[in-house]
């Protein structure tokens, strides 16, 4: 038995599982796995990009499970491009079957090894040219669907606040403002877009109140408060059944939720708010009561964020308030409605 110091690869004397575990096969991104006897030996982590299966699932399994019939005969036998001896290696084009039942082009390299003292073949697989085609054209129309729903929520933005003209460049301000924390916070690209976008149209709901009421200087009556707390709900019965990329009805719904499960439609509490709710509510608040509004004179900025600090992890989520005040004190940030990319 030949010894190895630990994590050596030996090519020509054979591979060890040991070996091939601590290596950087385990880590590559094409789909490497060793078959033995119409079995899978071993199975690196790409293997579920490609095949849909974790190694897991394909370790152990027969080969049948993710490759076509046709595909099994280039690789194992009776045609002339398989690989017959130790040491010889094939280029092939083949079509493998994803968990999900597809049939996929990839592109693979395939070679006979002797891994464990048995010789066995070894398949280095990765997207085919056409895959990758596909996959370029589908995140080109991923990004075209995006920009539509763009367009279309700045349409809706435009139809709230045109019935509204107290909350003129309210829905942008706090889109602009919530971002500003989500960046500060560190929150993925995809999280920011959705509250960005969410933002935008956080009032739509408001469309549903009659704009006496909207408009209305004093006090509002307990019913016509009602009204006015209603439009959480109607903004996400309004927008529930739109596939948009991003869970902006969810969002909606949460926007005047509070942490301590006093806020509204649901009452919901901490953990249950969703994180873009959370944001936004914190931005909302900043907003609404730094501007004018029919019944009352703007409260200011210097009082919102005093507003926030005080209920900081009673009402409001505490990193996004030390984030928003943050931002406000020591970045200079002013509330803006200006345009910015979504
Ligand atoms: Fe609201």
Known sequence: MIRRKKGEVRLKDGLTAESINESL??????AIFIIRDGQVE????ATSGIFGYSPD???SAPAEKFLTLETAVKIFGTDTVSPRQPGECNSLELTVLHKNGEKIPVEAEVAVIDYNGSPSTLAIIHHGAERKKLDEQLKEGLEKLKKSFGTLIEAL???VEARDPYTGGHQRRVANLARAIAVELGLPNEEVDSLSLAAMVHDIGKIAVPSEILNKPGSLSQSEWGLVKNHA???YDLLKDVEFPWPVANIIYQHHERLDGSGYPLGLKAGEIRREARILAVADVVEAMSSLRPYREPIGLEMALGEIEKNKSRLYDASSVEACRWLFREKGYKLNADKEDI
């Open 25 to 30: 096969i385990s880590r590559s991104r094409a």
């Open 42 to 45: 071993f199975a690196n982590e």
């Open 57 to 59: 699932e394909i370790v």
């Open 157 to 159: 933005n435009k139809v």
């Open 233 to 235: 709900q109607i903004g």
